[in-house]
């Protein structure tokens, strides 16, 4: 539904082309992070949602070198807050 989101944001949305990773630094990236407590191929209905959410909050605090050593949670809470 990314057309009806780019005109109630007005923020374009972009595809990146299949099987040009380069194109997806950043979600290759999380891919690399996550494989650390998940393993490629997995059936993630094994996880209880409360496990998911405990790896979600362990990256969400990692400091970042893209952020300039922020989490993303902090980053994350500096941009609402701009917004506000």
């Not at 997995?42 to 405990?54: G, M, P, R, T, V």
């Amino acid at each position: 539904d990314h057309q009806r989101l780019t005109l109630a944001t007005k923020i374009d949305v972009y595809f990146c082309d299949p099987r040009c990773p380069w194109q997806r630094g950043s979600n290759e990236n999380t891919n690399r992070l996550l494989r650390q407590y998940l393993p490629r191929g997995i059936d993630l209905s094994l996880y209880s949602q409360a496990k998911l959410s405990a790896i979600a909050k362990q990256l969400n605090e990692r400091p970042r070198k893209t952020l300039l050593f922020q989490t993303p949670a902090e980053k994350f809470a500096e941009c609402v807050a701009a917004i506000s």
